[in-house]
């Protein structure tokens, strides 16, 4: 019996799903191990029980975590795909100001005090923070990245049809690096969060010539200490430094890096 | 053996030459500050004089970062196809400084001893090293002097010294010999000759010394087990690993099975780069970690190179002084402070 | 001109990570974590006790299992194995008749040598049992070589016990012969029944009717076993040379080159599992 396998998204970009769709000379024969039965993305059929669920996006609004809940019931294994419904991503940021002056920062003041006033808008109210979906159902396993690492997400389904426990780096970004054999960014004057970052993406901006942004998490053991105290030696101010730990990881940094108060 | 002293010109151009039918790799630039050896093509730039270590050291050539071990196909109740994957493939790593040349020396003892490792010991048997000595220190991270490797030729099968725009070739191999056949080189008529001239130009004290001799280091470094120094040292340590991955000394591996999505009854065993200042490399099934915090395991990585595996094999060291894994350590984390750190807490409470 | 190679290396087992394909014979589930494998190889193992072997499933992957039969003339090799990893919990799943990869013998093990005219002391804390019974096997098999057999084994409790109707046949045996002692621990019997002691393996050491002089002892356990064991027979008087231990480390190839097992310079793979004490006790590694 091949596992039923689908996909549901939430608040993202939907990238994640289409990196998979991407995954083209391989798609045929990962349908020959599993058959979806949900995907948004490429299919509109739905079923009662599923083996795998993948989850793609951050988890925002209620109705968001009550329908995130109900597929959790219905599944053996439930999956977090990419940075968002891993960590937050980009759109946790928001958990760090004040919902009002969110609410003004993109609508105006006027549709702010509206928002504020009217019973019609009250439910947005409860979009008051942006959670990574670990924070309201056990996740099994977390394909991480913005986007996803394809060759991540073939080697998870490859284990859950043997029943292997698959392996996911937790190891810094370096490691990757040093086996592409990159010049380190601090050597090209530039400073990087791979040393804090977890692993995985085969340090793929680095090798392509960026840096690493931290997209894929902080690492559990990270010296957060010792990585302020490098980027503070190259000249980052203190805004400079919070903005970099939030980028990507907003909702998994918050209470362990940037408490300083520069949030705008 | 013979010895030729040729002309820098006429030494590229038959690097070149080499390269035509043979895989050749040389340091050349890449990014800002850094070396790769890269193989030799029409437009490499072959030149030495101007050389910063590379970012990798050459003896990773022969233990790459992800290697298959065998290919499996499994077949039904019969016994399984096994097929061990060992790299004959020719190659030559040419301008290889004395510190790594000592590097795949070192390599050699520890993948020959007891069961012989065959992924390595294939390659090797399959690479030819053309050598060149260092007659000045690379930068200032460098310190193989300290640790004996500076002017270490045991292994070279050609080994080069450069004076001025003339290039000494010594012949030390016969794979190394072959190389050189048919390319009319002038024979050196006064090799000591030239040697010492190449001497006289050699830097001294060259590159960083450490506060000891060496003969005396494993003992001083076996004597500091619970010297301050460990935890002082990891205060930056990031346990990213990058100094094991740079190290030419370090061998350790991961082995990991995948199946081919294409067929699920066949695949491949595969081992991966791994290293002792990764956190849960002394971990054991069940989750103890017998190495649980990054001091504990920076005394590991500083035993294995001046004090286990240099005792194990009776090497004088088994760190080459190519000062990468300083080099490359974002927090300025360096194995020789360490050492010397590690020698003067010793006299300091002798 | 192409490169000519350098000679051949005699150094060279294109087969050192190869492995020999098993067949399942018998699986039974031990306890609810534990499930006992007997695999039927090509040829026999030719192992000593307490050597492990790297067991693997193609596709999945590799890990050391401890050995735990006695050594045998036949192609049997037997294991116990936790669901407790990857391959174990594949492993778990398989059934006779499936094949599994065997890479070994492997380590030092133990040498009956040592043992022969002596007053045997086991000491075995849960999974311990698993390469203890692979010494205790030929010992029981020519108990008239040896002066006694005690084997103290603890487990968490009842229902973690393993081997649970062999060990009291050693208990019947010892009855018998009058040379076989077994005390049988749990730290709580969780209400569970239970017709042996309860408490720790430290606790039968101080009142062990033995001869220090005469005793060598073989132990094996977790980590936080060892320490302890090892305080109560100093204070019965036994010297390090005394005593063997075996020791667990997770080693990924077998043969000394991946550096997983190291404990200070020793590879526990080659010198180890199973080390005279005097010969580690300096290393601080060995049973932190």
Redesign the interface.
Known sequence: MKPKVAFFDFASCEGCQLAVLNCEDILLDILGLVDIVEFREAMSETAPRFDVAFIEGSINREQDAERLRDIRARSTYLVAMGACACIGNVQARSNFIAPAENFQRVYGVEDRNMVQTDPEFWPLWAHTRVRAVKEIVPVDFELRGCPLVPEEFVHLVKALVTGATPRFSTQAVCVECKMNENECVYDQGETCMGQITRGGCKAICITNGYRCDGCRGILPHANLAAHHGLLQSKGLSEPQITNRYRLFCSAESLGRVGRTGHDK | MSAFFVHKEAVTQWIRH?AR??TVYFPQR?????F?FKPVKETTEIQFDRYQPT??PPGKKLAP??EP??R?R?QG?A??E?V?I?D?S???LAGVRPCDLKGIHLMDR??????????Y??R?????LIAHDCLQPCDDSCFCDAVGSLGWRDNADLFLTSLEDHILIEVR???GE??I??MNFPVCTDVAAVKSRAEAQRAQPFGRQFHADLARIPAIIASQ?QAPVWEKQV????????CN??CPTC?????????D??D?NA?Q?T??????M?????????G?N??PN?AARQR?RV??KF???T??FAEGSFCTGCGRCGR?C??DIDIFNIVNDLIDHAEANS | MSATPHASDPAIDPALYLPRMARILEVTPLTAREKYFKVELPEPLGHRPGQFVMLSLLGVGEAPISISCGPRADNMLEMVIRDAGSLTHVLHGLKPGQQVGVRGPFGSGFNLDDFYGKQVLCVVGGLGLVPMRSLIQPILAQLDRFASLTIISGCRSPAEELYRDEVRAWERLGQETGKVRVIRLVDRTQNLPWDGQVGLVTAPLSSLPIDPAQTVVALCGPPVMYKFVLLELTARGLSHAQIFVDLERRMKCGVGKCGHCQINHVYCCQEGPVFRFDQIAHLPEALQ
Do not use: M
Not at chain 2, 30 to 34: F, I, K
Not at chain 2, 110 to 117: F, L, S, V
């Open positions: 080499l039918s043979n890449a990014g800002q500050s850094g790769r970012l990798a970062a992800e071990l065998f499996y499994k109740d016994a399984p096994l061990p060992l004959q020719p190659r030559i520890a993948n020959r001893e007891g069961h012989g490792d065959p992924h010991l294939t090797r048997t399959h690479t030819i191999t016969g794979p072959t190389l056949q048919g087990w205060e930056r340590c990031f346990s990213c690993g990058s991955l740079v061998y350790c591996f991961d082995v990991h099975d995948d199946f999505l294409t699920p695949g065993r081992r991966t780069w791994d290293g002792c990764l956190p849960q490399f002394a971990e054991v099934a069940g103890h017998f190495r990054p590991h035993k294995r004090e286990y595996l005792e194990r490359q974002t927090t």
